[in-house]
């Protein structure tokens, strides 16, 4: 059966995103998931369905309790961190279309700089067989996200003549949309690429500025079907694609062994399924918004989804192609590295925005918008259309 048309996203709603929130993640969680409720023109007690990570802390039980929802119908959570975000609107898309709830609400919140920070290194690796994965790479010191990813940007610089300043051009886009955002932790704050490149190495070829923030903060999404939606107060923004994929041989942040380092196989798949759902190809959307977590990621997304060709995404960054008013505005809100890091959730807010034409940086007439999720893991992918 196929998900497309069937479900809509009804509401979006967070907290604000800041350094030191000083609340716990649990009320977090609460406060974003009453902010979407709202924007959706519901109350509580029309939810009966809740999806998150299984990274997340806030079980679906005490988000229930702390909003007052009589009972829940469906209840559901994504792995592999924030691979997982777009795959929690696919999960409540498929319960709305098969009738296992009528409103689900997909949430994320947590503590990601004042509290746990998933950049720090990774010194345990988990148990089962995650843990048996990171066996391989912990015991060399390579134990940090920056440290995963630096290995394939720099398999791809290599492979097709990429450099530095290509990926600083993503960060300099990213921050320059965030300085007018308002909602935006670098609201104002825009960089050059001087800047970029001045800024200190993390792992080479990552500097600093090729790196996501962390933020506190809370994200909520409220999905319903199409046809309630249409009377409720916003403008319905329709699903029509969204799909999880893996590559081969898929591992958690160390996507080494698929025969080609310098790809994101998973992201592939994923484009495959979602323009084959959807009916629509690369140059039918107005906008993307691309999982940002580390700049070189950025440019192999654009390959993979069919933006450009395989060693194209350097050129089509040249031009100022990603840029507001470029071929492909990519992440208006700023992105992961401009906006908030709320593990990609915040990027769906701003697909939504974009259709209903509320955007702080609106793109013209979009109809059309395709979101992902993270990669170097097993991951998901989203087209929000207007219908």
């Not at 299984?54 to 559901?76: C, H, K, N, W, Y």
């Not at 403008?235 to 025969?259: E, H, K, N």
């Not at 992105?335 to 915040?346: K, P, R, S």
Request: some cysteine.
């Amino acid at each position: 059966m196929s998900l497309s048309g069937k479900a809509a996203i009804a509401g979006i709603g967070a907290t604000e995103f800041s350094k030191d929130s000083g609340r716990s993640e649990l009320r977090l969680a609460a406060e974003a998931c009453l902010a979407a409720i709202t924007d959706a023109g519901l109350t509580p007690a029309d939810v009966d369905g809740l999806v998150t990570f299984t990274a997340d802390a806030s079980a679906e039980i005490a988000v229930q309790r702390e909003l007052g929802i009589p009972s829940l119908g469906f209840f559901s959570r994504v792995d592999y961190g924030g691979g997982a975000a777009c795959g929690t609107v696919a999960h409540a898309a498929m319960a709305v279309a098969t009738g296992q709830a009528d409103v689900v609400v997909c949430y994320r919140a947590f503590n990601e700089r004042s509290g746990h920070r998933f950049g720090q290194a990774n010194k345990g690796g988990g148990a089962g067989s995650l843990g048996m994965e990171f066996s391989w790479h912990l015991p060399f010191g390579f134990a940090t996200p920056a440290a995963w990813v630096a290995m394939q940007a720099r398999r791809y610089l290599h492979e097709y003549g990429a450099t530095s300043e290509d990926l600083g051009r993503v960060a300099v886009a990213m921050r320059r949309h965030a300085a007018t955002n308002p909602k935006a932790w670098f609201h104002g704050r825009p960089i050059t690429l001087e800047e970029h490149q001045a800024s200190r190495w993390i792992v080479e070829p990552l500097h600093l500025l090729d790196c996501c923030q962390e933020s506190d903060g809370g994200q909520a999404i409220v999905v319903t079907s199409a046809e309630r939606a249409r009377d409720l107060p916003n403008r319905p923004v329709l699903i029509a694609g969204a799909a999880q994929g893996t590559g081969p041989d898929q591992m958690m942040m160390f996507s080494y062994y698929s025969g080609d380092l310098a790809s994101l196989p998973a992201m592939g798949r994923v484009g495959e399924r979602l323009w084959r759902q959807s009916g629509l190809g690369p140059d039918d959307v107005q906008t993307a918004i691309l999982y940002d977590h580390f700049t070189p990621f950025v440019l192999m997304q654009l390959e993979e989804l069919g933006f450009c060709g395989r060693g194209e995404a350097k050129d089509f960054l040249k031009d100022g192609g990603i840029e507001l008013g470029g071929r492909l505005p990519l992440n208006p809100h700023g992105g992961q590295l401009g906006e908030a890091y709320i593990h990609g959730m915040n990027g769906i807010a701003e697909g939504v925005r974009q259709v209903r034409g509320t955007a702080a940086n609106q793109v013209p007439d979009v109809t059309n918008v395709l979101v992902t999720a993270g990669t170097g893991v097993p991951t998901s992918g989203l087209v929000l259309t207007a219908g």
